[in-house]
């Protein structure tokens, strides 16, 4: 079956009589004598989630409380002292949770450009893991996933890719060979702003009954609830990714044409550097697009305060587009991220409206 198709159907119960949809089990524990013990050991409405991702990503899903307790899973099955190779620039939270680790001693980490596959493979020299999110968040570096994926095998390294940006439906990193995507289902997967949650996906056994482990000792399991609207939402993403990114297409195509900005990056188009790679290791460029207005970072700043549709807030990934000028945070400013850089979540809505919305907010630009 087509992942459109199994996004709808997975993880459904099955056999006479089931409910079409998972109930939402609120309980906290489980009468003893039963397979079932502990609600932090495992829960049935969290599990048809894991079912219908396993199935998108080609792999066994262990489900988080967010995308950063699926990250810190991940990295804590590492031996202490261990190596990480990842990219100079990424989500700032998983820098800070490295930069964390390095400091403490658990874990050594080594940043680099990921768009250079010869310099990313030679830091790999040695590593435990080689961390990728390819789209990056914010700046959308593409990286070449089979390339490094092979090289960093061959050095001995593990491959982790942060798979947010693309979903399992643009993007399977697990058939490149990665050996654990991991998600922030708070954003595309969930799609409607309502929830927290993560997964770590690996085709690997011993890895998988680690994650689990981790989780249960660790207490990061995510809530009933929010796992039923993670799949509930799972069941439209096809739908809303392709109307999202139809949008997001267009919009960067007229950004690029307007005199207020001065860079686009959006790998769907045709100059983008990380478009040839996009197009293939990708099936679609998605949502995601960054770009830089003239002037100063008040001035950026001054066009996400003025869009009335789209909003300003931080996120993504969800039906209703969001704008933020990244480096309002300090960690993105250390990063390196241009001082004017907006990044912008493409929603659903009619691509004329959010159009309209942004060519008010950038005619505004002084000078202009
Ligand atoms: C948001 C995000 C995360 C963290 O996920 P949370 O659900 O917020 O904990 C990790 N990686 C990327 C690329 C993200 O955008």
Redesign the pocket.
């Known amino acids: 079956m087509r992942r459109a198709t199994l996004a709808v159907t997975a993880g459904r119960p099955v056999g006479p009589g089931a409910p079409l949809n998972p109930p939402v089990v609120l309980t906290s524990t489980y009468r003893a004598g039963g397979e079932r013990t502990y609600g932090r050991s495992g829960g049935p409405t969290h599990e048809a989630f894991e079912a219908a991702l396993g199935a998108l990503e080609g792999g066994r899903c262990v489900a988080f409380a ?6 810190v899973a991940v990295l804590e099955t590492l031996p202490a002292g261990g190596r990480v190779v990842a990219p100079r620039s ?2 700032w ?2 820098r800070q949770v490295l930069d964390h680790r390095a400091q403490a001693g658990r874990l050594a980490a080594a940043y680099v450009d990921v768009t250079d596959t010869e310099a990313t493979l030679a830091a790999c020299e040695g590593a435990a893991l080689l961390w990728l ?1 390819t789209p ?2 914010p700046l959308l570096d593409v990286a070449d996933l089979p390339a490094l994926v092979e090289g960093a095998h061959a050095r001995g390294a593990r491959v982790a890719v ?1 798979n ?2 693309a979903t399992p439906l643009l993007q399977r990193p697990l058939e490149h060979g990665a050996d654990v995507v ?6 595309y997967l969930g799609g409607h702003a309502d929830l ?3 997964a770590a996906v690996t085709a690997d056994d011993a890895l998988v009954a680690s994650l689990v482990e981790r989780r249960d000792v660790d207490g990061a399991v995510p809530g009933p609830l929010d796992a039923f609207l993670a799949l509930r939402g799972l069941r439209t993403l096809d739908v809303r990714l392709q109307r999202a990114q139809a949008s997001a297409a267009e919009l960067a195509r007229r950004l690029a044409a307007h005199p207020g900005v001065t860079a686009v990056r959006y790998p769907g188009l045709a100059e983008d550097p990380g478009h040839a790679r996009a197009a293939a290791q990708m099936d679609g460029y998605g949502a995601m697009i960054a770009f830089e207005t003239a002037g100063t970072a008040d001035d950026a700043e001054a066009v996400a305060r003025r869009v009335r549709l789209i909003v300003h807030a931080t ?3 969800g039906v209703e587009s969001l704008i933020e000028r990244r480096t309002r945070w300090a960690g993105e400013v250390a990063m390196g991220t241009p001082p004017t850089l907006l990044r912008l979540s493409v929603g659903i809505e009619h691509v004329e409206d959010l159009w309209a919305d942004l060519e008010q907010a950038l005619d505004a630009l002084p000078g202009r």
Do not use: I, P, Q
């Not at 991991?182 to 954003?187: C, N």
């Open positions: 967010s995308g950063m307790a699926a990250v990424l989500y939270g998983v999110e990056t968040n942060d947010t940006f991991v998600h922030s289902a708070t954003k927290l949650m993560g996120s993504l990934g």
